[in-house]
């Protein structure tokens, strides 16, 4: 592939050469584990890894263990094996050789039980010095360095008291997990994270409060970036999520900063407004809330010495971050939207990123086969990592993708508005993050496909999280969830037996079964969803008798509680029943 060459080895692990440079030098190795677990890494270090083999392989210096999670700031490197075979344009980044890095520093630690009330870390330098010191509590940073001003990095030790009484992060009603790793002087290894727990002080905890910042930029300084929909995307959804919230926690508890372009100019995703609204909620939020950020609009990646993601605010003009003052003023780097998040005491933590590429910005990605850059992963990686954050980004490759007209607003989002209406819903009725998450992520690739382009979004779940319900909505809420349909939607089918009242030949599965196939045909004329309610669905319900060797049924096709078609059918079998049935579909 591209001049390389695959060589396997007994160990089962596939090396990788380049057989154009001299002595045809050795590019990469994957080493696969079991269940389509593997790592990929090269000579100097670089990695990238399916979760669970991160946990399985590790590293030997000096006879200490280096698992893969203490190199991962500075050496993971998404996408890694399509850039190795040449199959990803972008660029490798260079790194200094793992081998050459120090040791990081031992790491001992005191219950704040018996050091005053205060976590003790004490630190010995293993020769590569005493670098930053990070403390994270129920899985969100507190800070990047503890380390005092006057801290030397080549000292020969360090001790450090830091007192967490009362701090915001703390659950009240519950243990607590605190969370220590220490760097060497350089920054580039960590120690193994060290963790400690603490209860709660017992006190009544009242009911979580529901944070929101909605931001949709659809206006953007001239006309070059403009876009349709993402304003309305952010719209819609701040009102089925105010639908939600409000059944599930109440009016008094449902805070939602909605910033689009599609209203006053006071109210403009600008980056002042977005700051405004973090430091708002970072005064109100509680440990127990939940913290929901949402935005649409253009992404931008940018490589170099200010690699990160950007989200540009409505006062961007272009997407140029190599402009200091596009880039300082107009944009928002992952970056500081961790330091956003992480000033917000709020440990229920939602990140929602539709958004897409221009032609005309910096790293666009119109020519992979990917809508999502290394660039940005490894941004929501360490935004994931250091605030905990549960993210889903969706990222469409171009604005063509983002504003298809066959559904009226970006995929990500219209994906979520359908499976809270109904297709994704906990119990028929909760929205749970990560069932919302996984069902989008699922839905986004097939409807990407019908209008020719690609959308794959990503999922980023912190390592402890445990998902949760961020809301609430019965029937009739789920009615006033506005959602195009370009093509009528089917749910679990309802037949029976006339004389004995349940469904003796099973053609409920039967029929499900033919619509599900039906639905996933290229061109499909109809959406399936495998639930019994969906709002505005068509059910199609039925009663069949059998006699003389024919099965004679009588069908009634229902949407919004109106009959739209009846029909009977006369067949030798319940196979070619649930066939004719699938004919007089209502398209």
């Known amino acids: 592939v591209n001049n390389k ?18 002595n045809s030098s050795l590019k990469g190795i994957v080493i696969p584990l079991q269940e389509n677990q593997y790592v990929v890494t090269t000579p100097t270090g670089l990695f990238d890894a399916t979760p669970d083999a991160m946990k399985q392989l590790h590293y030997v210096k000096r006879g200490k263990l280096i698992n893969l999670d203490q190199i991962k700031d500075n050496y993971y490197e998404p996408m890694l094996l ?141 006309d070059a970036l403009d876009l349709k929909y993402a304003a309305k995307d952010a719209g819609d959804l701040a009102n089925a999520l105010k639908l939600s919230a409000t059944k599930y926690l109440g009016a008094e508890k449902t805070n939602i900063k909605l910033l689009t372009t599609d209203q006053d100019k006071t109210a403009w995703p600008t980056k002042e407004n977005i700051q405004k609204a973090f430091q708002e909620y970072q005064s109100k939020a509680k440990a127990n809330d939940i913290l929901f950020v949402y935005l649409s609009g253009h992404g931008v990646n940018h490589t170099g010495d200010m690699s990160d993601f950007y989200y540009l605010t409505s006062d961007a003009a272009s997407g140029d971050m190599n402009n200091t003052i596009t880039r300082d003023q107009y944009a928002i780097s992952s970056s500081e939207f961790t330091e956003y998040i992480k000033a917000v005491p709020a440990l229920k933590q939602i990140l929602i990123i539709d958004a897409c590429h221009s032609g005309r910005l910096a790293s666009s990605l119109a020519s992979s086969r990917s809508a999502m850059s290394s660039t940005q992963i490894r941004a929501l990686e360490r935004m994931k990592d250091r605030t905990g954050l549960f993210v889903l980004a969706g990222s469409a490759a171009d604005a063509v993708s983002y504003e298809t007209t066959l559904y009226g607003q970006g995929l990500l989002t219209y994906s979520l508005l359908f499976g809270m209406k109904g297709a994704a819903l906990r119990d028929d009725e909760f929205i749970d993050v990560l069932s919302l998450f996984q069902f989008a992520a699922n839905k986004v690739p097939e409807l990407a496909e019908e209008i020719g382009g690609i959308q794959k979004p ?107 078609k009846q029909v009977e059918i006369e067949t030798l079998n319940a196979e070619l029943l649930a066939e004719e049935i699938i004919k007089q579909l209502v398209y």
Do not use: C
Not at 168 to 181: A, G, M, Q, S
Not at 458 to 480: M, Q, T, Y
């Open 458 to 564: 990503e999922i980023r779940v912190p390592e402890d999280g445990k998902s949760f319900d961020i809301g609430r909505l019965d029937v009739a809420d789920r009615d006033a969830i506005q959602l195009a349909a370009p093509k009528p939607v089917y749910v679990n089918s309802r037949f029976q037996d006339e004389t004995m009242i349940f469904d003796r030949l099973n053609l409920n599965e039967l029929l499900d079964q033919k619509l599900l196939e039906l639905s996933k045909m290229d061109d499909a004329p109809i959406a399936y969803v495998d639930n019994k309610n969906f709002s505005g669905a068509t059910i199609i319900n039925g009663r069949y008798q059998e006699a003389n060797g024919l099965i004679k049924a009588q069908l009634t096709f229902v949407s919004k509680d109106s009959v739209i």
């Open 82 to 222: 399509s850039k190795l075979l040449e199959l990803n344009p972008e660029p490798i980044r260079a790194s200094n050789s793992l081998a050459n890095e120090s040791l990081y520093p031992e790491l001992a630690l005191k219950h704040p039980l018996k050091n005053g009330g205060k976590l003790g870390i004490n630190l010995n330098n293993s020769g590569g010095g005493i670098g930053r010191v990070l403390i994270m509590i129920n899985g969100k940073e507190v800070s990047s360095d503890v380390r005092s001003a006057g801290s030397t990095p080549d000292a020969s030790s360090l001790e450090i008291d830091y007192d967490i009484t009362d701090h915001p992060f703390l659950y009240n009603d519950r243990v607590n997990k605190i969370t220590i790793k220490a760097y060497n002087a350089d920054g580039t290894l960590s120690s193994d994270a060290k963790s400690l727990y603490v209860f709660g002080e017992e006190k009544t905890l009242e009911a979580p409060n529901l944070y929101a910042i909605i931001a949709g930029t659809s206006n953007y300084e001239g």
């Open 5 to 22: 060459m695959l060589s396997a080895s007994i160990d089962g692990t596939i090396k990788i050469w380049d057989v154009e440079s001299t």
